[in-house]
Nanobody, 119 residues
Framework: VQLVESGGGLVQPGGSLRLSCAAS????????MGWYRQAPEKERELVAV???????NYAESVKGRFTISRDYAKNTVYLQMNSLKPEDTAVYYC??????????????WGQGTRVTVSS
């Protein structure tokens, strides 16, 4: 299983970024997909999850600002991040589960992409 993230970078507060994660080695339609993040000196935390059936959950801190979506034709999951805040600064990790069951449990992880929100 390979998960390759892209789209991170430096953005000013209030700005937007879109993260992408291309998945291979799995039957994409049979797996949930998620985004987690880890800020400096903090625990890794859930950002957003989308199940194989399309159900979505967000962390309270990103509701209304972030949108997770998936493209079954491209085996890719996205995280659209708007109205970014300095506290969104973190390494963002794409992940997928082992068997597509709910509740979602991440099992395979990407290498991460860094997002820095700063003026």
């Amino acid at each position: 299983v390979q998960l390759v993230e892209s789209g991170g970078g430096l953005v000013q507060p209030g700005g937007s970024l879109r993260l992408s994660c291309a998945a291979s080695g799995i039957i994409f339609s049979m797996h949930g997909m998620g985004w987690y993040r880890q800020a400096p000196e903090k625990e890794r935390e859930l950002v957003a999850v989308i199940t194989k059936g399309g159900s979505i959950n967000y962390a309270e801190s990103v509701k209304g600002r972030f949108t997770i979506s998936r493209d079954y034709a491209k085996n890719t999951v996205y995280l659209q991040m708007n109205s970014l805040k300095p506290e969104d600064t973190a390494v963002y990790y794409c992940n997928t589960d082992r068997n597509g069951l709910v509740p979602y449990r991440p099992y395979f992880w990407g290498q991460g992409t860094r997002v820095t929100v700063s003026s």
